[in-house]
C-alpha cells in the first residue's frame, strides 16, 4: 500500500533551534501534503496544506514565518520550525494524498519534537 | 472548531465482544473518515464512506453514516487485544486531492485480553 515517510520520528534540541521535517511519498506522487499538529490525547489540527510548487495555505492562527513549508517537488514537502521554543514541543504528522483522484490521504508515522 | 465529535471518549470491552463508536458532524460533507492510531504512531486509514452510501463493510468494520442526523458510527466485531488503539472520525467538505480533513476528538478503545 501507499507508504509516507516522515523524517524524524523524534527529535530533541535547545530553544532558539530550527527544526526541519521531511515527509515524503515513498511510491506515488503527491501535489498536495497536510501538516497536522497534536497535543497529547487531543485530535489533529491542521496547520496547513502544503501544495507542490506553489505557496502553502496556512490555516487560522498558524504563523508561517514560524513553520515554513517548502513542497519542492510531488514527494517531498518539508517542515521547518524556526527559533523553536518549549511551547512549540508537540507531535507533528504530515499526510500526503495522491494525485490520482479517489484515495485517501496516508499518514507519516509523526515527529515527536521536544524543545528544551 | 472541530467537525467531529465522537462519543463515548473511552471505551473498555473484553476480548470477542464488538465495540461500537459513534461520530456527529456539524455541516454538510462529501465523505466521512474513519482513522485508527496506535500511541506515538501516525494514523491508518480503516475505512471511507461518502454522503451518498449508509453502510460499509471491510472485514470485521462496519460503518454507517446517517446524513439526516450527521452522525456515523464504527462497529468492530469480535474485538483483538491488538484492535488497542485511539479511533478518529474525520470529514471531508471537497473529493480530491485538495481536500481537506477535520479530525473529530478521538475516542480511545481499550481491548481486555
Known amino acids: 500500500g501507499a507508504v509516507v515517510s516522515q523524517h524524524p520520528s523524534w527529535v530533541i534540541c535547545k530553544s532558539g533551534t530550527s527544526v526541519k521535517i521531511e515527509c515524503r511519498s515513498l511510491?506515488?506522487?503527491?501535489?498536495?501534503m497536510f501538516w497536522y499538529r497534536q497535543f497529547p490525547k487531543q485530535s489533529l489540527m491542521l496547520m496547513a496544506t502544503?501544495?507542490?510548487?506553489?505557496?502553502?495555505?496556512?490555516e487560522q492562527g498558524v504563523e508561517k514565518d514560524k513553520f515554513l513549508i517548502n513542497h519542492a517537488s510531488l514527494t517531498l514537502s518539508t517542515l521547518t520550525v524556526t527559533s523553536a521554543h518549549p511551547e512549540d514541543s508537540s507531535f507533528y504528522i504530515c499526510s500526503a494524498h495522491p494525485s490520482l483522484g479517489g484515495q485517501p490521504q496516508h499518514f507519516g508515522d509523526g515527529t515527536r519534537l521536544s524543545i528544551l | 472548531s472541530q467537525q467531529g465529535e465522537e462519543d463515548p471518549q473511552a471505551l473498555s470491552i473484553q476480548e470477542g465482544e464488538n465495540a461500537t463508536m459513534n461520530c456527529s458532524y456539524k455541516t454538510s460533507i462529501n465523505n466521512l473518515q474513519w482513522y485508527r492510531q496506535n500511541s506515538g504512531r501516525g494514523l491508518v486509514h480503516l475505512i471511507l464512506?461518502?454522503?451518498?452510501?449508509r453502510e460499509k463493510h471491510s472485514g470485521r468494520l462496519r460503518v454507517t453514516l446517517d446524513t439526516s442526523k450527521k452522525s456515523s458510527s464504527l462497529l468492530i466485531t469480535a474485538s483483538r487485544a491488538a484492535d488497542t488503539a485511539s479511533y478518529f472520525c474525520?470529514?471531508?467538505?471537497?473529493?480530491?486531492?485538495?481536500?481537506?480533513?477535520?479530525f473529530g476528538k478521538g475516542i480511545t478503545l481499550s481491548v481486555r485480553p
Open positions: 511510491d506515488f506522487q503527491a501535489t498536495t
Open positions: 464512506i461518502r454522503s451518498n452510501e
Open positions: 474525520a470529514t471531508a467538505y471537497l473529493t480530491g486531492a485538495n481536500s481537506k480533513l477535520t
Open positions: 502544503s501544495n507542490e510548487g506553489s505557496k502553502a495555505t496556512y
